[in-house]
């Protein structure tokens, strides 16, 4: 069955890095959309970033460009989030998500937009 594991989580000072990695089973890796989404104590489901067939397609929300990274591994069925000069505003729990690939430059945001989730990983960012 479908299956996707998240890892990498932690707890890091404001200004530090971490690097998200989820790993794919189940379905044809190259033909899904792949997305990474947060969720912060008390508020909903956010989108942070997508990554389309290739890592040329990506696309990230406002809060973290410039400095979050997504990318894909097709051998290692794999999508990763590398996330720099990380703030305290960045803790949640993030989750990966995936969806059958529609066309390119179709880099959904909504959480509805997907078909599969992992279970989550929990970044915490301290002052």
């Known amino acids: 069955q479908v299956q996707l594991v998240e890892s990498g989580g932690g707890l890091v000072q404001a200004g530090g890095s971490l690097r998200l990695s989820c790993v794919a089973s189940?379905?044809?890796?190259?033909?899904?959309?792949m997305g990474w989404f947060r969720q912060a104590p008390g508020k909903e489901r956010e989108f942070v970033a997508v990554?389309?067939?290739?890592?040329?397609?990506?696309d990230y929300a406002d809060s973290v460009k410039g400095r979050f990274t997504i990318s894909r591994d097709g051998a290692k069925r794999t999508v990763f989030l590398q996330m720099d000069s990380l703030k305290p505003e960045d803790t949640a729990v993030y989750y990966c998500?995936?969806?059958?690939?529609?066309?390119?430059?179709?880099?959904?945001?909504?959480?509805?937009?997907?078909?599969?989730w992992g279970q989550g990983t929990q970044v915490t960012v301290s002052s």
């Open positions: 998500a995936a969806r059958s690939f529609v066309a390119s430059g179709f880099l959904p945001r909504g959480t509805f937009q997907y078909n599969f």
């Open positions: 990554v389309g067939e290739t890592s040329a397609s990506t």
């Open positions: 189940g379905f044809t890796f190259s033909s899904y959309t």
